[in-house]
């Protein structure tokens, strides 16, 4: 490697690091991201200007167009994508990576037959790669709604374990002995793939960030892979960054979530059982509905209202609506903010892009600590497909799954409207005894449509 | 034991690179505030894309009468640059949307 190049890796690597780090302050996010990207973009070309091989055109015309082809594929999806639909666009892109490793990784078997020092890197790619790639290819699809059920084999965990055993000692196996017929390299991806699939299929649409995640994470590892290799710094650095930030961000949801990796990978089975039996027990009381002309009014004549938007919003796409709305209301001097929980919407986060998207004023949004002391002097709540992150369980029900998750404390308001599609519950499967608290008044319907409602009525008021 | 040894001394240097990088990624995104988890997310996702380099050298590599090896190595570039390109442009469009408001 020339020195040159070795130097343009070099700026490369300091770049991720550098621009990672400033990703993680509100201020500094997007430069962080600017920077990482021209890191990127420097290492591409060098590689492809500096190196000292031997290429013909025809080989450099193919990569032109190979870089183009997926420039401009890159580049229409990111652009056109709907915020919504965020989650499974992280999972799409992180697809492509693994798919990206799991190719480089056959090529380089079949040049590397019988090498048995380059052979454990290749068959870790090939198998890394295989599982991430077709564990978020499930993880979209689940997202994108085009695969509905939960499917769950029985003893599914067992199988799991069973399959990822024999996928290592099948590695193990072709590195050892079996590094001279390609054919392997090929029947190794399979299982990797199948792997993959039965790793992410029974594991449940809210858990799907933490896998996502989990996968990003194990997508770095395979770069990784592949840099040592190659010997090639940046990739490995690259690599490895991601692999353990990724999976600290991991951690960081799990926690926000009050769900351990273990339990989300390996939990979803015996729990809902238990689950469904609690929240048979915890059903009491009335509800109380109410109608879309009541609550208008009610809020017409409130000082004070907080929006709680959730997860039902996001699946509504009702952002825009709800940004009327509290146009509206402040227009008519009502002081109107939103309650983020960290972890609402489709993943954590998600819910400051979308109202970010919307062009919600910043100083709008409150966190979840500042805003929990001002819900005693609000006159209305205004839920939003939101459940589990409003549920007083997690302070007062020890037995309850989520007990020990920080919530936003929406029962100390004067009045709580509950806008829900119906009384499911939500994804921790428990009932919410807020529904059943006398100040507390049932909305039924889409977020969108009762939204544009209320919007209708108060603008005839 | 004497083949982990000497894996362990003839690679000594990358081991120490890669607990030091580990070390690195922990500190950098410890303490996130939750606000950012979905662009650093998918912004960690655009950089595993590093990937993409791998696979233009796979294609440097190839023989040009390697037909198989660039095709794989073509479809590689094209998945790589997918990641790497749509990662950091929708990263960017939602940091975007947090920075007009301010």
């Known amino acids: 490697m020339s020195i040159a190049l070795s130097i343009v890796y070099l700026f490369a690597a300091v770049s991720f690091i550098y621009g990672l780090k400033l990703l993680g302050h509100p201020e500094t996010a997007k430069r962080g991201n600017t920077i990482a990207a021209t890191g990127m973009i420097v290492a591409i070309?060098?590689?492809?200007?500096?190196?000292?091989?031997?290429?013909?055109?025809?080989?450099?015309?193919?990569?032109?167009?190979?870089?183009?082809?997926?420039?401009?594929?890159?580049?229409v999806i990111a652009v056109k994508v709907e915020m919504t639909k965020m989650p499974e666009l992280v999972s799409l892109f992180n697809g492509f990576g693994g798919a990206s490793a799991v190719l480089i990784g056959l090529v380089e078997f079949g040049n590397n037959i019988g090498n048995t020092s380059q052979m454990a890197t290749i068959v870790a790619a090939i198998f890394i790669g295989g599982t991430t790639f077709s564990g978020s290819m499930i993880a979209w699809a689940k997202l994108a709604g085009k695969m509905w059920k939960d499917i769950?084999?029985?003893?599914?965990?067992?199988?799991?374990?069973?399959v990822l055993l024999g996928l290592l000692a099948f590695a193990v196996f072709i590195v050892l002995y079996a590094s001279d017929n390609t054919l392997y390299a090929y029947l190794l991806m399979l299982v990797a793939l199948l792997y993959g699939v039965l790793l992410v299929i029974p594991i449940g649409g809210a858990d799907m960030p933490v896998v996502i995640s989990l996968l990003n994470s194990l997508t770095g590892i395979a770069a990784a892979i592949t840099g040592v290799l190659y010997g090639n710094m940046v990739m490995l650095m690259g690599g490895i960054l991601v692999g353990s930030a990724?999976?600290?961000?991991?951690?960081?949801?799990?926690?926000?979530?009050?769900?351990?990796?273990?339990?989300?990978?390996?939990?979803?089975?015996?729990?809902?059982?238990?689950?469904?039996?609690?929240?048979?027990?915890?059903?009491?009381?009335?509800?109380?509905?109410?109608?879309?002309?009541?609550?208008?009014?009610?809020?017409?004549?409130?000082?004070?209202?907080?929006?709680?938007?959730?997860?039902?919003?996001?699946?509504?796409?009702?952002?825009?609506?709800?940004?009327?709305?509290?146009?509206?209301?402040e227009s008519r001097g009502i002081e109107i903010k939103y309650a983020i929980h960290p972890v609402a919407g489709r993943m954590p986060g998600h819910m400051n892009v979308l109202l970010a998207e919307t062009n919600v004023e910043y100083d709008k949004l409150a966190e979840m600590e500042d805003v929990n002391p001002e819900f005693a002097n609000t006159d209305v709540v205004f839920v939003v497909g939101a459940n589990d992150v409003v549920n007083p369980a997690a302070h007062n029900d020890p037995a309850s799954p989520i007990y020990g998750m920080p919530i936003l404390d929406v029962e100390n308001a004067k009045q709580?409207?509950?806008?829900?599609?119906?009384?499911?519950?939500?994804?921790?499967?428990?009932?919410?005894?807020?529904?059943y608290n006398p100040k507390t008044s049932m909305l039924f319907g889409d977020a969108k449509s009762t939204i544009q409602e209320l919007i209708t009525e108060l603008k005839g008021m | 034991m004497t083949e982990v040894l000497d894996f362990i001394r003839t690679n000594l240097e990358l081991i120490y690179i890669i607990i030091l990088i580990i070390f690195i990624g922990i500190e950098v995104i410890k303490h996130i505030p939750a606000v950012l988890h979905t662009p650093l997310m998918s912004g960690?996702?655009?950089?595993?894309?590093?990937?993409?380099?791998?696979?233009?050298?796979?294609?440097?590599?190839?023989?040009?009468?390697?037909?198989?090896?660039?095709?794989?190595g073509f479809l590689a570039v094209v998945l790589g640059i997918i990641n790497v390109v749509g990662g950091f442009a929708v990263t960017n469009r939602m940091l975007e949307m947090f920075k007009k408001k301010k």
Not at chain 1, 51 to 74: K, Q, R, S
Not at chain 1, 152 to 162: A, D, G, H, M
Request: overall charge negative; some cysteine; glycine content about 10%.
């Open chain 1, 45 to 75: 070309l060098g590689t492809l200007v500096l190196h000292e091989l031997t290429v013909t055109p025809f080989v450099y015309i193919l990569i032109g167009i190979a870089i183009l082809l997926g420039t401009i594929i890159g580049w």
């Open chain 1, 152 to 162: 769950r084999l029985p003893k599914y965990n067992l199988i799991n374990n069973i």
């Open chain 1, 246 to 329: 990724g999976l600290i961000l991991t951690f960081a949801m799990c926690e926000a979530m009050n769900r351990s990796l273990g339990n989300v990978i390996f939990g979803a089975f015996g729990e809902e059982e238990a689950h469904a039996e609690h929240a048979h027990h915890a059903t009491k009381g009335v509800i109380k509905k109410t109608t879309v002309s009541d609550v208008a009014i009610l809020m017409n004549y409130s000082q004070r209202i907080i929006v709680v938007p959730g997860y039902g919003l996001a699946v509504a796409q009702a952002q825009h609506a709800i940004h009327e709305l509290e146009q509206i209301l």
């Open chain 1, 416 to 435: 709580i409207i509950v806008n829900k599609r119906s009384m499911k519950p939500g994804y921790a499967g428990i009932e919410n005894e807020l529904f």
């Open chain 2, 44 to 72: 960690a996702n655009a950089l595993s894309g590093v990937v993409i380099v791998g696979a233009i050298l796979v294609m440097l590599h190839a023989d040009p009468e390697n037909y198989l090896a660039l095709g794989l």
